[in-house]
């Protein structure tokens, strides 16, 4: 794993997202009323709805566009639909957040 | 041959530590013990009974002059070490040095001190030791004013302390909930409201900026510009390992000094111990931990096997009358699931977390006999499984099969209480029922039954399936969402009579059965606090859908499209040339005139979205809200001034109600039009609200709708002038913020009520007026422009790190 500083915890706000720009795309990291912190790619398995856009409820995130709902932990769509967001790695250290980059910023992957 | 052992520091760790070292290696040591407090080891902890008058200090010691003199340690208290020579196994204090062939460090920790201007002022204090409580007992005459900055652990019993003295105390946290590191936001919700009965008041999302005070202090001043006077202020705000003397000696520190198993430093001579020590990366707060770490270090001191594994630790907050209790993770993660318990009436909130199939966390407020059971499960790491259906009920329910709910209720005599608020019992449910009461609403006007708190509606309906059999169908109006049973009208109902302000409090006092709620009942929850309580109620973005939390329309694709407000649908070339230059500046793929009567630039990225709206601030323009549940546009035609059948000013009308209700957040969007004579070229007759204007004045009609439904508007009321006209449209639709639904568009809503209800209202002068007042007092706070609030902030709308440079490079 390559660990890759990416912002503060404090720069994300409770219940909320904010996105990584990388090469294969962007990723969501996501922050919960408790301070636990997600990344999954920003792009919907239904049409491509930006997922740092949803509501954060627990540990589950409510896709902006139609409403799909993804377990966080997982990346596994909950209910009736069927699909799955990439997850990757992230942790949080002295108020830091840290993000497992090695797949990411591979251009050939 | 005895040995000399130096101890540094007379603390919690240190003097347990010596009890065990005495009772396992009698005489194997000849001990120094150092204190830079000007005493010996007391009970620390207990310093908040001290400060609230429970105890006494002398109470408090754990070791006196007797006891070190049967050990025969040599006391030097109110001496600070200065400095460590490991070369020559020597401590420096300030009354000569001392030899050593083994030294412990247990210097404890020191409260951190937030750097804003004056906090050096006499009468900055915070709460570690005795002269602190003694310098908050001083201070806490009847009347005097305490701010307490810090509402973790010890800000509250500091709080709490001074407070049973009568002061009047002010509580400022940082965070959006009071111990925010042990609790979840519905149990600070419920400590909150506590100490708040006890007088105390409490400031969250407050951050400090300045304390103010020529001499000593005066007041505190906060980022968000409150000012609390304050005669003394209590710093709180977490504490850091006291480590300078290793830092100094050259010891391997990194925020605690570091430790192996057997308590040792990096020097094989020197141990440390207590809240100054960093074990495998963990630094320690409470006392818990700290203890076994005594035990070790007597057992390493003593040539004995013995190895530090750190346990769980739980928290109790000492304020009497405040029963809460944390242990383990709560924090929510991969796998857990939780398993949450409420009981509003009494003001009971019980939450365990499960991580597969073991209880790793538990936090509770208001009752908390069971805790004890819960932390043992949590520390042994029992498998909970076969008792997790009624594992919330704890011990005096383990084992017991959960039990139908239907034959508990069929069990219960008729003087058994189901309404606890209104006092009815099942008799008289089923008494109402015999009589004729078929429906949830017809029990509820007779006996008042599920009128107040409404958590007992399920057991009122389940008397009902009971006494009806299948005659009974189940309550037609579904519940809100998944989270909760109640329906949106009860739970509207139910903000209002009981006074609930925040989200966590209407999920607590209405018995939400998640933690936060899910993306359907938070944006309903955060319109009917603001609607309800606009003075009070902040409004939370979080819980806000994208379009309303980014104040433009997301697009498939992801971009945002932007639309300025056009008032009444009259533009000025220098608008239209500020539009054009945006789109091409931010180089819109689409520029398209709306249904509305306003231009839509499509296709924007987010990140320029802040650059865009400044660009069209500075041209005079806001935001047309075209993404809000709230006043979209008012159409209207050209009318008298051009138009030559004409009879009113339909353009001028049009952009003065844009003006009025602009901003205003309402269940669903809301859109205008205005007409200038029957003719009706502005389609006034299919909108939310639609004014026709005649020769003798203005025709308003309501509930008209062109979308999935089509809809033609029905006659509320003809007024005179154009001031009736906006004093009616504001009272109605201050009338539809009140009473509607969330989602529900005003034609639904007036299916549901009515629309003579909504007649008799705005037709009666005093309730007009009343209705208008309470708009226009919602207007005056968010009658404001969100894109010049947030142009303000670019950096938050762009990614926050851009890793596709460093793989460039
Ligand atoms: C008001 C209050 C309430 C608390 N309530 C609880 C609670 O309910 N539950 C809980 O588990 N924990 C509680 N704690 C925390 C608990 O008191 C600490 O975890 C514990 O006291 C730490 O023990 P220690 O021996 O490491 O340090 P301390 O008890 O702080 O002892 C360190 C000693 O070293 C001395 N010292 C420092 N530097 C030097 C030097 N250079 N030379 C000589 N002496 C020095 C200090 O003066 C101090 O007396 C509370 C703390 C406070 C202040
Ligand atoms: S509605 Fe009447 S006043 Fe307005 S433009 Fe049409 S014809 Fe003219
Ligand atoms: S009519 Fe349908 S496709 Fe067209 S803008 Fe409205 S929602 Fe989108
Ligand atoms: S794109 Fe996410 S639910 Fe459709």
Redesign the pocket.
């Known amino acids: 794993m390559s660990m890759i500083d990416i912002a503060a915890l404090a720069d994300i706000p409770r219940e909320g997202a904010r996105v990584v720009r990388t090469p294969q795309g962007c990723v969501a990291i996501f922050r919960t009323a408790t301070d636990q912190v997600f990344a999954l790619d920003d792009r919907c398995p239904h049409k491509g709805g930006p997922l740092s856009e949803g509501i954060v409820h627990g540990t589950q995130v409510t896709c902006p566009l139609h409403n799909w709902v993804f377990d966080m932990a997982t990346g596994q769509a909950q209910g009736a639909d069927e699909g799955r967001v990439a997850t990757h790695a992230v942790q949080v250290r002295d108020g830091r957040i840290l993000l497992d980059a090695a797949r990411l910023t591979s251009r050939a992957a | 041959m005895t040995k000399n052992l130096v101890v540094?520091?007379?603390?919690?760790?240190?003097g347990r530590m010596l009890e065990h070292l005495f009772e396992a290696a009698p005489g194997a040591f000849t001990v120094t013990l150092?204190?830079?407090?000007p005493r010996g080891n007391y009970n620390?902890?207990m310093?908040?009974p001290v400060l609230s008058g429970e105890k006494t200090y002398d109470q408090i010691v754990t070791h006196d002059e007797a006891w070190y003199e049967a050990q025969g340690i040599t006391t030097r208290f109110g001496e600070?070490?200065t400095a460590i020579d490991r070369e020559a196994q020597i401590v420096h204090g300030a009354r000569g040095p001392v030899p050593y062939d083994a030294l412990v460090i247990?210097?404890?920790?020191a409260p951190f001190i937030i750097p804003v201007p004056g906090h050096r002022l006499p009468g900055v204090v915070a709460?570690?030791?005795l002269e602190d409580t003694n310098a908050m007992i001083d201070a806490s005459r009847p009347g005097a004013r305490a701010v307490v900055i810090g509402g973790g652990?010890?800000g509250l019993?500091a709080a709490a302390g001074m407070a049973a003295r009568g002061a009047e105390v002010t509580v400022i946290h940082l965070m959006g909930h009071l111990m925010e590191r042990q609790l979840d936001p519905a149990a600070g919700y419920l400590l909150q409201k506590d100490l708040e009965k006890r007088g105390i008041r409490i400031h969250c999302k407050g951050a400090t900026k300045v304390i103010l005070g020529q001499d000593r202090v005066e007041a505190v001043l906060l980022e968000d510009g409150t000012v609390y006077p304050a005669d003394l202020v209590c710093m709180a705000v977490g504490i850091r390992p006291?480590t300078r003397?290793a830092n100094d000696a050259g010891l391997e520190v990194a925020r605690g000094i570091t430790v192996d198993d057997q308590m040792r430093t990096s020097d094989p001579a020197i141990y440390a111990?207590?809240?100054?020590t960093e074990h495998d990366g963990q630094l320690?707060?409470?006392?818990?931990p700290?203890y076994d770490q005594a035990k070790v270090l007597a057992a390493t001191l003593a040539g004995d096997q013995a190895a530090f594994r750190p346990v769980q630790t739980a928290t109790?907050l000492?304020v009497t009358g405040c029963d809460l209790f944390s242990a383990g993770d709560f924090a929510d993660a991969p796998g857990r699931e939780d398993i949450v318990f409420r009981d509003p009436g009494r003001g009971i909130y019980k939450r365990l977390i499960l991580e597969g199939e073991r209880l790793i966390g538990a936090v509770m407020y208001g009752d908390t006999a069971d805790g004890a059971w819960f932390f043992d499960k949590i520390r042994t790491g029992a498998d909970v499984t076969a008792d997790r259906d009624t594992l919330i009920f704890g011990p005096a329910f383990a084992g017991g099969a959960p039990s139908d709910p239907l034959a508990a209720v069929a069990a219960l005599p008729p003087e058994a209480e189901i309404c606890g608020c209104n006092g009815v019992c099942k008799g008289q449910i089923t008494r109402a029922i015999e009589g004729g009461a078929t429906t949830l609403d017809a029990v509820r006007g007779l006996t008042k039954a599920s009128a107040s708190c409404g958590t007992c509606t399920g057991l009122v309906e389940q008397v009902m399936a009971l006494t009806l059999g299948d005659g009974f169908a189940a309550n037609a109006n579904p519940p809100m969402c998944k989270c909760t049973d109640h329906t949106h009208e009860d739970v509207r109902r139910l903000i209002k009579s009981m006074g609930l302000k925040s989200i966590p409090a209407v999920m607590q006092e209405l018995g939400w059965t998640t933690v936060g709620g899910c993306a359907s009942c938070r944006p309903a929850l955060n319109y009917y606090l603001l609607a309800d309580w606009p003075l009070e109620y902040r409004d939370d973005r979080q819980s806000r859908f994208v379009n309303e939390r980014n104040h433009a329309n997301i697009q498939k694709d992801g971009t945002y499209s932007v639309v300025p407000r056009m008032w009444g649908g009259v533009t000025t070339p220098d608008e239209l040339r500020a539009i054009a230059d945006a789109a091409d500046r931010y180089n819109v793929p689409m520029v398209k005139v709306t249904g509305g009567q306003r231009i839509d630039l499509l296709g924007v990225r987010k990140e320029d979205l802040p650059a865009i709206w400044s660009d069209l601030n500075d041209a005079g323009m806001v935001s047309g809200h075209a993404y809000a549940k709230g006043l979209r546009t008012v159409k209207t035609c050209v009318g008298q001034q051009f138009c030559r059948f004409g009879t009113q000013d339909s353009t001028g009308l049009g952009i003065r109600l844009e003006k009025l209700l602009w901003g205003s957040w309402t269940p669903a969007k809301v859109k205008l039009g205005v007409s200038g004579c029957p003719r009706n070229c502005a389609e006034a007759t299919c909108k939310d609200i639609g004014i026709v204007c005649v020769d003798s004045g203005f025709q308003i009609s309501v509930a008209g709708a062109a979308g999935m439904d089509v809809r033609e508007t029905v006659l509320l009321l003809t007024v005179a002038t154009e001031d009736e006209v906006c004093e009616v449209t504001a009272a109605f639709v201050q009338l539809y913020r009140e009473n509607a639904r969330y989602l529900h568009r005003i034609y639904k809503w007036v299916d549901k009520v009515g629309l003579d209800w909504c007649r008799e209202q705005v037709s009666d002068p005093a309730t007009r007026a009343a209705l208008h007042d309470r708009f226009m007092l919602s207007q005056s706070v968010f009658q404001t422009d969100p894109w010049a609030d947030h142009a303000a902030r670019p950096a938050e709308w762009s990614p926050i790190a851009d890793l596709s440079l460093r793989a460039a490079e």
């Open positions: 540094i520091g007379a603390g919690m760790a240190s150092f204190n830079a407090e620390r902890l310093l908040s600070a070490v247990a210097t404890g920790s709460y570690r030791d652990l010890l019993e006291e003397l111990l207590g809240e100054c320690f707060g409470l006392v818990a700290l109790k000492k």
